[in-house]
């Protein structure tokens, strides 16, 4: 895969990766409909509010993380990042400024992906229940040329509402590279947790280039 395909792939997959994340859940939804209904609701807004974004990112990324922030389990994704491990040593300040940093950092570099979007076919998949608390979601994204890209949503119930817990695209786990990029960044930093959050932006930009990596087969 060429650099030029690399990068297009890259963009629609953090694209629906950005279109998932922004589950307006309520109770009673399942998890299907969460995905779906919550996709819709982005793209529409995106459509109407294409050029204010485009002219000012900062009212973009504040959308986002209106929309996204009370959605995500931020703290479960931020524990599975960190592991055990590295979890348990953290104060709840330190959690909490990591969480702020991931989420923050997510919209800065994958932001712009979303802005691409052009009317890109997208099917949501049924939900597949791991158990009555765990689900998968299934998405396909088509581009103009017809190829397919393949996403997968693991999503978790918290106290009756279905919530992301991670991303897989096109067979490359989000999550994964995250949890990761912070262990090898621990190690290089001597195993300092403040370092290391502080400096988040640095190693979304690292498992972006790793993620890169993956999908040119390198």
Known sequence: MSVLN???FLCRGLL???AALPLFASA?????QVVQQTTEQLLADLKANRQTYQSNPGA???ALNRIIGPVVDADGISRSIMTVKYSRRATPEQMQRFQDNFKRSLMQFYGNALLEYDNQAIRVLPARMEDAERASVGMEVKDSKGTIYPVSYTMVSLNGQWMLRNVIING???GKLFRDQFADTMQRNGND???????W????AKAKQSQAAQASGT
């Open 6 to 8: 690399v990068r297009s």
């Open 16 to 18: 629906v990766l950005l």
């Open 28 to 32: 009673g939804q399942t998890a299907h």
């Open 60 to 62: 973009f990324y504040d």
């Open 172 to 174: 490359i786990n989000i």
């Open 193 to 199: 947790l403040d370092k290391t959050i502080d400096g």
């Open 201 to 204: 932006a640095e190693i979304v």
